[in-house]
């Protein structure tokens, strides 16, 4: 029905940068909020950031002036552009799209999740 494909991981050195993109398709007629979630091994799922159709956003307190979050609801696309990533950042970073609406269940609101990217940051 949905599938949410991310890109954008790597490795990089502490201080460095990357940009995660997360593209949504299938029968979707409109989505509320997407966002980032991460995991680090032995850790629980967090929130990174999140933004909404109208474009309010909600970050973790640790990425606060070093990740911004972004959407292009025309291309149900998501971003996280990442910004002097220290290694705590570690971790596989998960699109999420919730409040989803398909095409033909109007009166449903799902939750999709994308099959994560790997992002290590190397002291």
């Known amino acids: 029905q949905v599938q949410l494909v991310e890109s954008g991981g790597g490795l990089v050195q502490a201080g460095g940068s990357l940009r995660l993109s997360c593209a949504a398709s299938?029968?979707?007629?409109?989505?509320?909020?997407m966002g980032w979630y991460r995991q680090a091994p032995g850790k629980q799922r967090e929130l990174v950031a999140s933004?909404?159709?109208?474009?309010?956003?909600d970050y973790a307190d640790s990425v606060k002036g070093r990740f911004t979050i972004s959407r292009d609801n025309a291309k149900n696309t998501v971003y996280l552009q990442m910004n002097d990533l220290k290694p705590d950042d570690t971790a596989v970073y998960y699109c999420?799209?919730?409040?989803?609406?398909?095409?033909?269940?109007?009166?449903?609101?799902?939750?999709?999740w994308g099959q994560g990217t790997q992002v290590t940051v190397s002291s």
């Open positions: 933004i909404t159709r109208g474009d309010s956003t």
């Open positions: 999420n799209a919730d409040g989803v609406v398909l095409t033909f269940r109007p009166f449903e609101r799902l939750r999709y």
């Open positions: 299938g029968s979707i007629f409109s989505i509320n909020a």
